[in-house]
Structure formats: structure tokens, C-alpha cells
């Protein structure tokens, strides 16, 4: 059994609560879990320290087991010393999509195009 440490959204439309759970890779996201050990409040401030509740004592066991953390959760229990992030490095992200280099090429050719008939008159 694949066990995941993740969010399952609560609260009302356009109020999000978040609780951290520990569950089955297979159940639903807002569905069955094993342990709830945390909680997140995406609508209090950053700095605010009720924002992220985590039970350390929890989740440094279901890690000790196996568990493996979202994305998400990673972060979370990065800041909070847990578990540490691997950083990540994606040079393409920045790049441009094959269309949008071909559009660029396109626009260059029209631009050098009415250039070189004034150079050649």
C-alpha cells in the first residue's frame, strides 16, 4: 500500500481550508484517509503562524514508514525543517514554443524583407 502525505480541501466556495492528511495513494482526494496531521489556511497571512499547522511527531513517523509527501506538502515541511526540498532547474521553462518561434521568424523575414528593397532602389 502507497501511502501519501497530502491535502484534502475543505470550507466553502471560494473560502478554502486545507487538511493534511496521511492516505492511501488510491483514495480520493477529499475521500478516505488513515491520520489527519495538519492543517493549511490558504486565506491568513503569510506570516501568520496558524497558516500551516503541522503535528511534527506525526509526521516524522509516517515518514519513517514510507510515506511520501505531495509537492505541496513538501514545502510545507521544508520550512518547518521536516524533510528537505531537492531544488529544482528547468533552463526551458523560459524558452518559446515551436509556433512562437516560427511567428518570430515569419515577422523577422517581413521586416528584413521591405528593408532590403529600399537598399536596392
Do not use: C, H
Not at 492543517?39 to 516524522?60: C, F, S
Not at 526551458?92 to 515577422?107: H, M
Amino acid at each position: 500500500m502507497s501511502l501519501k502525505i497530502r491535502l484534502t480541501r475543505g470550507g466553502a466556495k471560494k473560502r478554502p481550508y486545507y487538511r493534511i492528511v496521511v492516505a492511501d495513494a488510491r483514495a480520493p482526494r477529499d475521500g478516505r484517509f488513515i491520520e489527519k496531521v495538519g492543517a493549511y489556511d490558504p486565506m491568513k497571512a503569510k506570516d501568520d503562524p496558524a497558516r500551516v499547522v503541522l503535528d511534527n511527531e506525526k509526521i516524522t513517523s509516517w515518514l519513517q514508514k514510507g510515506a511520501q509527501p505531495t509537492d505541496r506538502v513538501l514545502r510545507f515541511l521544508d520550512a518547518a525543517g521536516l524533510a528537505k526540498r531537492p531544488t529544482r532547474n528547468n533552463p526551458q521553462k523560459a524558452e518559446p514554443g515551436e509556433k512562437a518561434k516560427e511567428r518570430a521568424a515569419k515577422r523577422a523575414e517581413k521586416a528584413a524583407a521591405p528593408a532590403s528593397e529600399d537598399a536596392a532602389a
